[in-house]
């Protein structure tokens, strides 16, 4: 099932279960696989439960005791898959030592039947992470380098005075992708229109130099192109020109998911601001999801009636390959937006054979992220696990999702 989500102001249509985990991303602090592991002690409390006895027993290699609590557990709980889940990790963890914890946990997993425990009454919500420093706000009043600064506005609410710091001093060393974020201060209409005006005119100087000095990424040469621009405007010959040239490029974006993290994650630890992970995880996030794709499709809409027949099998096609490059990069979001693109390119196009290939392509997405939600990975009260999972999607979080797809028959 799908619906439209507003996120920072644009609509996606995605499925519930991805709209819910980027709501949590957008209003944070962070959900997805990104929110920190829980620290050791804090399954290792004293409790009456036996799962989160046997959990912090399997945690702390106390197998024989993990055992002891997850034959009470089975008692209690006969229907229920939990105890049965823990049963084969214990098996795999006495057998097979060797073997990392997501490994594990998956073929555990896969032997017990792939159950869904997205409303386990066992599991626990994520807890929000407790302040363990001060707050930006709090930390804006400090004396900062400029890429501190840069970075920490963009973790804020705009205002004016973090807008100058955005604008006035784009730092040359930040990843490229970094304007993305940066471009949400425009949008969000808080902003002095002069101030706006000014700010919006510092970032497409920048988005220009940046575009000449990386020639590769579509994205930057997209942004640059398109923000700003009336989402109710055809396309002109001029712009349709320079889509068909952009879309021929060979990336959407040259900075990786993790790169961008580590270097909000860097500058935001040396502010000394509390819980500095989920701000970068937030601020990573928000480097992806850019106004391009939405833009194109609305003004593809507009330009029906505008264009020849012609240019509008050019813009579909260049639609395509846009949308191609954006579905192959590694983070969820990016898959579906790419090929929700590809969609509309091949439904403009009249092409069954395209618009099938996306749609399966599209379902099969899908299916890999309702498996991935149905594990709850991360409430389990095992932070090893925790910790393997975000490690993994982290890396590249279309191969983790997919890691979660029902095997093949007769694969193992």
Same mark, same amino acid.
């Given at each position: 099932?799908?619906?439209?989500?507003?996120?920072?102001? !644009?609509?996606?249509?995605?499925?519930?279960?991805?709209?819910?985990?980027?709501?949590?991303?957008?209003?944070?602090?962070?959900? @997805?696989?990104?929110?920190?592991?829980?620290?050791?002690? $804090?399954?290792?409390?004293?409790?009456?439960?036996?799962? %989160?006895?046997?959990?912090?027993?399997? $945690?702390?290699?106390?197998?024989?005791?993990?055992?002891?609590?997850?034959?009470?557990?089975?008692?209690?709980?006969?229907?229920?898959?939990?105890?049965?889940?823990?049963?084969?990790?214990?098996?795999?963890?006495?057998?097979?030592?060797?073997?990392?914890?997501?490994?594990?946990?998956?073929?555990?997993?896969?032997?017990?039947?792939?159950?869904?425990?997205?409303?386990?009454?066992?599991?626990?919500?994520?807890?929000?992470?407790?302040?363990?420093?001060?707050?930006?706000?709090?930390?804006?009043?400090?004396? @900062?380098?400029?890429?501190?600064?840069?970075?920490?506005?963009?973790?804020?609410?705009?205002?004016? $005075?973090?807008?100058?710091?955005?604008?006035?001093? @784009?730092?040359?060393?930040?990843?490229? $992708?970094?304007?993305?974020?940066?471009?949400?201060?425009?949008?969000?209409?808080?902003?002095?229109?002069?101030?706006?005006?000014?700010?919006?005119?510092?970032?497409?100087?920048?988005?220009?130099?940046?575009?000449?000095?990386?020639?590769?990424?579509?994205?930057?040469?997209?942004?640059?192109?398109?923000?700003?621009?009336?989402?109710?405007?055809?396309?002109?010959?001029?712009?349709?020109?320079?889509?068909?040239?952009?879309?021929?490029?060979?990336?959407?974006?040259?900075?990786?998911?993790?790169?961008?993290?580590?270097?909000?994650?860097?500058?935001?630890?040396?502010?000394?601001?509390?819980?500095?992970?989920?701000?970068?995880?937030?601020?990573? %996030?928000?480097?992806?999801?850019?106004?391009?794709?939405?833009?194109?499709?609305?003004?593809?809409?507009?330009?029906?009636?505008?264009?020849?027949?012609?240019?509008?099998?050019?813009?579909?096609?260049?639609?395509? !390959?846009?949308?191609?490059?954006?579905?192959?990069?590694?983070?969820? %979001?990016?898959?579906?937006?790419?090929?929700?693109?590809?969609?509309?390119?091949?439904?403009?196009?009249?092409?069954?054979?395209?618009?099938?290939?996306?749609?399966?392509?599209?379902?099969?997405?899908?299916?890999?992220?309702?498996?991935?939600?149905?594990?709850?990975?991360?409430?389990?009260?095992?932070?090893?696990?925790?910790?393997?999972?975000?490690?993994?999607?982290?890396?590249?979080?279309?191969?983790?999702?997919?890691?979660?797809?029902?095997?093949?028959?007769?694969?193992?």
């Amino acid at each position: 099932m799908t619906r439209d989500l507003w996120f920072h102001g !644009r609509s996606w249509r995605l499925p519930r279960s991805l709209c819910r985990a980027l709501l949590v991303l957008a209003l944070g602090p962070l959900g @997805l696989q990104a929110r920190a592991a829980s620290a050791p002690s $804090e399954v290792s409390a004293p409790s009456r439960s036996p799962f %989160v006895r046997a959990c912090a027993a399997l $945690e702390s290699g106390n197998l024989d005791g993990a055992a002891s609590d997850i034959l009470t557990l089975r008692q209690l709980l006969p229907e229920r898959p939990e105890p049965r889940l823990l049963q084969s990790l214990l098996d795999l963890r006495r057998t097979r030592p060797e073997l990392g914890w997501r490994d594990a946990f998956l073929q555990a997993w896969n032997d017990i039947g792939r159950p869904d425990f997205r409303d386990s009454p066992l599991l626990e919500e994520d807890p929000e992470p407790a302040a363990t420093g001060p707050s930006p706000e709090q930390v804006w009043r400090r004396e @900062l380098s400029a890429e501190q600064r840069f970075v920490l506005a963009l973790s804020m609410s705009p205002d004016a $005075e973090r807008a100058r710091a955005l604008f006035q001093q @784009l730092p040359e060393s930040a990843p490229p $992708e970094l304007l993305v974020a940066a471009v949400e201060y425009l949008e969000r209409d808080k902003l002095p229109a002069p101030l706006r005006a000014r700010s919006r005119s510092a970032l497409r100087a920048r988005l220009a130099t940046l575009s000449a000095q990386h020639p590769e990424p579509i994205l930057l040469r997209a942004l640059l192109l398109l923000e700003g621009t009336d989402a109710k405007a055809p396309f002109t010959p001029r712009e349709l020109q320079e889509l068909e040239a952009l879309s021929q490029l060979p990336d959407w974006r040259q900075t990786g998911f993790l790169s961008l993290y580590r270097y909000a994650l860097g500058h935001l630890e040396a502010t000394g601001v509390s819980v500095p992970k989920n701000h970068a995880y937030t601020l990573a %996030v928000m480097s992806l999801v850019s106004p391009v794709p939405v833009l194109l499709q609305r003004r593809t809409e507009a330009s029906r009636d505008a264009l020849t027949p012609a240019e509008r099998q050019r813009l579909a096609e260049a639609l395509w !390959r846009i949308g191609s490059r954006i579905s192959e990069e590694s983070s969820i %979001v990016e898959r579906f937006v790419g090929l929700s693109l590809m969609k509309k390119a091949a439904t403009e196009l009249g092409d069954d054979a395209r618009l099938l290939q996306a749609t399966e392509v599209l379902d099969e997405e899908r299916a890999a992220y309702a498996a991935l939600e149905s594990a709850a990975t991360t409430r389990w009260p095992l932070p090893s696990l925790r910790q393997a999972m975000i490690d993994s999607s982290m890396s590249d979080e279309a191969a983790h999702m997919h890691a979660f797809r029902a095997p093949r028959a007769g694969a193992r």
